[in-house]
């Protein structure tokens, strides 16, 4: 007896740690595949609860009623299924793990148990998102290799055309709000930047995951303009401790410049050196 409750204690905390697999479902209007308001607010809260995880892949897959042709069906299925998938790239998801988008027509009246036919049919007309954590999670502990910081590479000699990667300074999925590890990194960069008072440089805001080099979509003002935000959130901080504004430019690169890595090393900001000026000038 003794034995079993160890055994059962063993499972119980087992499943603790077990990431098990996570599904979503975003249900369209009839013979419609844009997605409702409602639903769509309801994905973006489903995916800033999914950001977190160390996904293996996802599926989706769409769904009809039972009216209209097969032929039909299968079609405006397919299309639910690529408009989820698009709602995915747009909020900076990698589509390197969405492994299936397929729409697989009408889903028979009688595998659901519910009398109301327009209920049902309300019910069939979707698009099953599911999740798959990996299992147990992977360890993604990197060990730093040892360089200059970009605090040191700012204060050294540097000339028009330089571009320079600030490193740690890294971005909320589909926001352009900091991680609260890279606030510290970004406070120091700004101490050096109001002393290089003899450069002039660009700030170029990028993102990640994004279909045909396009912008990805800023979930606070829902505006496709998140690479441009990001840089003028730097901008910001840097003229509130005190760099000039008149030595700043903010753009946006949108997935022009994938780095073709970890897909949160392309939320990021470089700067490009415009102009350097007589170091006699530095204070």
Same mark, same amino acid.
């Given at each position: 007896? !003794?034995?079993?409750?160890?055994?059962?204690?063993?499972?119980?905390?087992?499943?603790?740690?077990?990431?098990?697999?996570?599904? $979503?479902?975003?249900?369209?209007?009839?013979?419609?595949?844009?997605?409702?308001?409602?639903? $769509?607010?309801?994905?973006?809260?489903?995916?800033?609860?999914?950001?977190?995880?160390?996904?293996?892949?996802?599926?989706?897959?769409?769904?009809? *009623? *039972?009216? @209209?042709?097969?032929?039909?069906?299968?079609?405006?299925?397919?299309?639910?299924?690529?408009?989820?998938?698009?709602?995915?790239?747009?909020?900076?998801?990698?589509?390197?793990?969405?492994?299936?988008?397929?729409? !697989? @027509?009408?889903?028979?009246?009688? +595998?659901? &148990?519910?009398?109301?036919?327009? !209920?049902?049919?309300?019910?069939?007309? !979707?698009?099953?998102?599911?999740?798959?954590?990996?299992?147990?999670?992977? *360890?993604?502990?990197?060990?730093?290799?040892?360089? %200059?910081?970009?605090?040191?590479?700012?204060?050294? %000699? +540097?000339?028009?055309?330089? &571009?320079?990667?600030?490193?740690?300074?890294?971005?909320?999925?589909?926001?352009?709000?900091?991680?609260?590890?890279?606030? &510290?990194?970004?406070?120091?960069?700004?101490?050096?930047?109001?002393?290089? &008072?003899?450069?002039?440089?660009?700030?170029? @805001? $990028?993102?990640?995951?994004?279909? %045909?080099?396009?912008?990805?979509?800023?979930?606070?003002?829902?505006?496709? %303009?998140?690479?441009?935000?990001?840089?003028?959130?730097?901008?910001?901080?840097?003229?509130?401790?005190?760099?000039?504004?008149?030595?700043?430019?903010?753009?946006?690169?949108?997935?022009?410049?994938?780095? @073709?890595?970890?897909?949160?090393?392309?939320?990021?900001?470089?700067?490009?050196?415009?102009?350097?000026?007589?170091?006699?000038?530095?204070?």
């Amino acid at each position: 007896m !003794k034995n079993l409750i160890c055994i059962l204690c063993f499972l119980s905390g087992f499943n603790i740690t077990v990431q098990a697999q996570l599904t $979503h479902v975003v249900y369209f209007e009839t013979d419609q595949f844009e997605v409702p308001e409602t639903e $769509h607010n309801r994905l973006l809260m489903f995916l800033s609860e999914i950001e977190g995880l160390d996904i293996q892949k996802i599926s989706i897959y769409g769904f009809t *009623d *039972d009216r @209209g042709s097969d032929s039909y069906n299968l079609v405006l299925s397919q299309e639910r299924a690529d408009a989820i998938k698009t709602i995915f790239s747009n909020n900076e998801f990698d589509e390197t793990i969405i492994t299936n988008v397929d729409g !697989k @027509g009408e889903i028979l009246i009688k +595998l659901i &148990k519910e009398e109301d036919l327009n !209920k049902i049919r309300g019910l069939n007309r !979707k698009v099953e998102i599911i999740i798959q954590p990996y299992n147990p999670p992977r *360890d993604l502990t990197v060990i730093p290799e040892k360089k %200059n910081t970009t605090e040191s590479i700012l204060d050294e %000699n +540097l000339k028009a055309g330089d &571009k320079i990667l600030l490193e740690n300074i890294l971005f909320k999925t589909g926001y352009s709000t900091l991680l609260p590890e890279s606030k &510290k990194t970004l406070e120091d960069i700004a101490t050096v930047l109001v002393d290089r &008072k003899d450069i002039y440089f660009t700030i170029q @805001g $990028h993102v990640c995951c994004t279909q %045909n080099s396009r912008d990805a979509i800023d979930r606070k003002t829902k505006q496709r %303009n998140l690479s441009l935000a990001r840089a003028k959130y730097i901008y910001d901080y840097l003229a509130k401790k005190g760099v000039d504004k008149r030595r700043m430019k903010y753009v946006g690169m949108r997935r022009k410049f994938p780095l @073709g890595g970890e897909p949160k090393f392309d939320r990021r900001v470089e700067i490009l050196i415009t102009y350097v000026g007589e170091t006699t000038q530095r204070n």
